[in-house]
């Protein structure tokens, strides 16, 4: 902003007046933009509306001042007034003057007109498809090969055309970023899954920056985990990484030259990348993760700031699919064991199925219930009750393998076993028996203590046309186990397992 000279000369910027009253001001320069092409350009004064007719105007007008001087001026030179100073001779100047100007009229508009109204033929072009792309979205009617004009000469003319040529280039690299942002928005609102999700948007991290390798590193649950990574060996390692923890520190784009200590594999080769970029996602000013990008080459100053228009995109799909996932979760759980309910287990028993059946591998069961449960519910109050059912699922799920889920499933609980043989299952059954069996819940000065009865199989071994009925035959050996005493396992179509 232009200050007033005297106010910026006293130190009084911004508080009144700077001279003493009655001491001459200095009135503060404002342009007239319709005098003036710009700050300190002042135009002549104009004739007509046409600048060609002016031009036209000013060389007829030098044109008879010339034929009008020139007698005179070689009475100067010499030649006798007799010769010079007649009409006849003020008249072949005259017209002489005005034949340049004409002349030099004609030149003008041969030689500058066309190359003028090329650039307005263009500036009218590019007008009209920016105006039918704001609405239907086709930019196919102007490109920089079809629609530059040729800079023939190194003047303000020859500059005019550059700059229009230039203004096509940054027009088309506008729409193209425009393009790669809108496909990148419409894969993030497109996925709500967590997975397909971060693997989408680490594809488009990579290919709008040209990067070799990259990876997503994001706060889940309180933990740092890689959530897609591409070409980075132990991608792990990067939740440990000195970078990411300054990444996510700073809430502030780190970009490191040759780290050390991060492995960067393309396809069958390992290589050291020339710089690896560490963008922080930022969640109501809060970072909540990074995508780690490693390139072969230095990160051009496009490719910075497209991955930060993406980071800006992913980031709110990435808080999205969370808030998706945890009401998943919540859904999926019964408040009081936190187990899976019924519902949910039951689409996971139906998918583990069809998985073994078309993989040809064993799918491990186990269904089992607290014996004498209304006992307790009786005897010591359904609080007391509910404290034994969670304990029951605690002590259950710390006895399961990695990867196996635990359901409640009505008064029993559902183990489901994926590539658990028969005696794995087996194995998983007395472990929960002994752990329940040795477990005990304290009322006040009260000791309560429980045991399960369980019925197990496994998929093929066990025979079941589909899930429903593995659960049938499972459910069979669980009351066979209760009618043979309780406080033991039982197998399928089996005899009833030893205590």
């Not at 100007?101 to 500036?123: F, Q």
């Not at 040209?210 to 897609?228: M, N, Q, R």
């Not at 669980?478 to 399928?492: I, P, Q, W």
């Amino acid at each position: 902003m232009i200050q007033p000279e005297s106010a910026m000369a006293n130190g009084n910027l911004g508080k009144g007046p700077a001279h003493p009253e009655g001491a001459p001001q200095r009135r503060q320069f404002v342009p007239d933009f319709q005098q003036t092409g710009g700050y300190g350009q002042h135009l002549p004064v104009r004739l007509t509306r046409s600048v060609f007719d002016d031009l036209s105007i000013w060389m007829i007008s030098i044109g008879v001042i010339i034929g009008v001087v020139f007698p005179p001026m070689l009475v100067g030179f010499g030649v006798p007034r007799e010769i010079v100073l007649t009409p006849f001779f003020f008249g072949v100047c005259l017209l002489a003057g005005i034949l340049v100007g004409g002349i030099n009229i004609r030149l003008m508009r041969v030689v500058v007109m066309p190359r003028l109204r090329a650039l307005v033929d263009g500036m009218r072009l590019i007008e009209s498809v920016i105006e039918n792309a704001t609405y239907t979205g086709d930019w196919a009617g102007c490109d920089p090969e079809s629609c530059q004009l040729p800079v023939d000469s190194n003047d303000i003319i020859g500059e005019s055309a550059s700059a229009f040529n230039h203004l096509i280039r940054v027009l088309q690299h506008s729409h193209e970023v425009e393009d790669r942002v809108a496909d990148f928005s419409k894969t993030m609102t497109s996925q709500l899954e967590l997975g397909p999700l971060c693997n989408g948007a680490l594809s488009g991290f990579i290919t709008a920056t040209s990067a070799t390798a990259g990876a997503i590193v994001a706060d889940v649950g309180g933990e740092l985990s890689v959530l897609a990574s591409f070409g980075i060996v132990e991608a792990e390692s990067l939740c440990e990484n000195d970078h990411v923890r300054l990444a996510l520190r700073t809430q502030e784009s780190v970009y490191v030259e040759l780290p050390e200590g991060l492995s960067v594999n393309a396809g069958l080769v390992e290589f050291q990348p020339r710089e690896v970029a560490f963008m922080p996602l930022i969640i109501q000013s809060m970072a909540t993760g990074v995508v780690v990008l490693a390139k072969s080459t230095a990160f051009e100053r496009d490719s910075r700031s497209l991955s930060q228009i993406f980071g800006r995109t992913f980031v709110m799909a990435l808080s999205n699919a969370m808030k998706h996932g945890d009401l998943q979760r919540i859904a999926a759980l019964d408040p009081l064991t936190n187990c899976y309910n019924r519902r949910f287990g039951l689409t996971r028993l139906r998918e583990e199925y069809t998985r073994a059946q078309r993989s040809d591998s064993p799918l491990g069961l186990i269904i089992f219930d607290i014996d004498h449960f209304k006992l307790v519910n009786d005897t010591h109050g359904h609080l007391i009750g509910d404290r034994v059912l969670a304990n029951v699922a605690r002590e259950a799920k710390q006895h399961l393998r990695e990867g196996d889920v635990l359901v409640r499933y009505g008064e029993e609980f559902l183990c489901i076993l994926p590539g658990a043989s028969i005696e794995v299952a087996a194995e998983v059954c007395e472990r929960i028996r002994h752990a329940i069996e040795a477990m005990a819940v304290r009322d006040r000065d009260q000791v309560i203590s429980c045991t399960v009865s369980l019925g197990f199989g496994s998929f093929p071994v066990t025979p079941a046309d589909d899930e429903t009925s593995l659960i049938r035959v499972a459910d069979e050996a669980l009351y066979r186990a209760k009618n043979d005493g309780r406080n033991r396992t039982v197998e399928a179509h089996a005899r009833a397992a030893g205590v």
